[in-house]
């Protein structure tokens, strides 16, 4: 049930972004890994933040600092979990069996903003 809700989110996606395959293709992902693309698409969506700084605080990769830091630090969740599918995606089809450390979850995040950018669609909000 949730294969298939994955593939459809993956459909519309490929329908809505334009250029989404040419993001996929750029971090290694094919139309079979269903759980990468759609960590792509929820990540594309729901990332509004244009700079690699701003998504990283709005993911909350970044150290919370401060006597009340744990408590005050304000992340989303929904898109820190889109973030995690895509990269233990990539790491499995590289053959790593470990799960995603914080450097590996700022390496993609770093990818994909960089394409973001390149393609145009880092202001579009897509």
Same mark, same amino acid.
Request: proline content about 2%; overall charge positive; some cysteine.
């Given at each position: 049930?949730?294969?298939?809700?994955?593939?459809? =989110?993956? %459909? $519309?996606?490929?329908? +809505?972004?334009? *250029?989404?395959?040419?993001?996929?293709?750029?971090? *290694? !992902?094919?139309?079979? %890994?269903?759980?990468?693309?759609?960590?792509?698409?929820? !990540? !594309?969506?729901?990332?509004?933040?244009?700079?690699?700084?701003?998504? +990283? %605080?709005? !993911?909350?990769?970044c150290k919370a600092r401060g006597r009340d830091g744990r408590r %005050? $630090?304000?992340?989303?969740?929904?898109?820190?979990r889109h973030l995690i599918m895509l990269t233990n995606a990539i790491l499995s089809k590289n053959g790593q069996t470990?799960?995603?450390?914080?450097?590996?979850?700022?390496?993609?995040?770093?990818?994909?903003?960089? =394409?973001?950018?390149?393609?145009?669609?880092?202001?579009?909000?897509?």
């Amino acid at each position: 049930m949730v294969e298939e809700a994955r593939k459809e =989110i993956v %459909n $519309k996606a490929i329908k +809505i972004v334009p *250029g989404f395959m040419d993001i996929a293709d750029s971090p *290694g !992902l094919d139309r079979g %890994n269903i759980n990468g693309l759609a960590g792509l698409a929820g !990540l !594309l969506v729901y990332n509004k933040a244009t700079s690699y700084k701003k998504s +990283i %605080n709005y !993911l909350g990769l970044c150290k919370a600092r401060g006597r009340d830091g744990r408590r %005050n $630090k304000m992340y989303s969740r929904k898109v820190q979990r889109h973030l995690i599918m895509l990269t233990n995606a990539i790491l499995s089809k590289n053959g790593q069996t470990c799960t995603s450390r914080y450097r590996d979850l700022r390496e993609m995040l770093k990818k994909i903003v960089d =394409i973001r950018k390149s393609m145009g669609l880092a202001g579009a909000g897509v």
